[in-house]
């Protein structure tokens, strides 16, 4: 199976702060998801096929990357952006998550 | 508005069986693959079932296979997932999450609140 490993595991940054989250898969895979989860609800969505903003998702977020090498990036941190994001890979069964990063604001 | 929502958790005991149901609406069920995902205490999330839209293509993961079922109603808007032999192990939140497909990729777009497995004696 594909093996998502994310970095860091646990991160704050300030406000204002540029924030990259890397997701590292251990085969290639075509396109790598994102979503954000904050305590007591649901995964969302939050970008698809490597760097499509999902519905409602603020310019400042954007991802990268392509074959085993993925990222999530903040341009400029802001306290509503505190949560833990997950990467997730849709090539191949298995379906895998990553570990999750948590982010906090400092 | 698309709305999942996940009903038939509980306390199941080792080894005991237990059948979840995700209630679909605000698109049309039958043309969505569907899948259930889910996420242990403290845990990252897990995906454990996926099924097509009309149920020709099913896959599992390793941790289920022969114990949990994934099967769909379309007529009644309605997925579900049979449990048996359950495990301490298997105490999570359970989600359905709707599969997209846009370009040429596949993602979940839409979880519904979850409902709640407890494995315990």
């Known amino acids: 199976q594909i093996v998502l490993t994310q970095s860091p595991a646990i991160m704050s940054a300030s406000p204002g702060e540029k924030v990259t989250i890397t997701c590292s898969a251990s085969?290639?895979?075509?396109?790598m998801h994102w979503f954000q989860q904050k305590p007591g609800t649901s995964p969302k969505l939050w970008i698809y096929s490597t760097s499509n903003l999902a519905s409602g998702v603020p310019a400042r977020f954007s991802g990268s990357g392509s074959g085993t090498s993925y990222s999530l990036t903040i341009s400029r941190m802001e306290a509503e952006d505190a949560a833990t994001y997950y990467c997730?890979?849709?090539?191949?069964?298995?379906?895998?998550f990553g570990s999750g990063t948590k982010l906090e604001i400092k | 508005e698309v709305k999942l929502v996940e009903s038939g958790g509980g306390l199941v005991q080792p080894g005991g069986s237990r059948k979840l149901s995700c209630a679909a609406s605000g698109f049309t069920f039958s043309d969505y693959g569907m899948a259930w995902v889910r996420q242990a205490p403290g845990k990252g999330p897990e995906w454990v079932a996926f099924i097509s839209n009309l149920a020709y293509s099913i896959y599992y993961a390793d941790t289920v296979t022969g114990r949990f079922t994934i099967s769909r109603e379309n007529a009644k808007n309605t997925l579900y997932l049979e449990m048996s032999s359950l495990r301490s192990e298997d105490t999570a939140m359970y989600y359905c999450a709707r599969d997209f497909y846009y370009g040429s990729s596949y993602y979940f777009d839409y979880w519904g609140q979850g409902t709640t497995l407890t494995v315990s004696s």
């Open positions: 085969s290639s895979v075509s396109y």
């Open positions: 997730q890979q849709r090539s191949s069964y298995p379906l895998t």
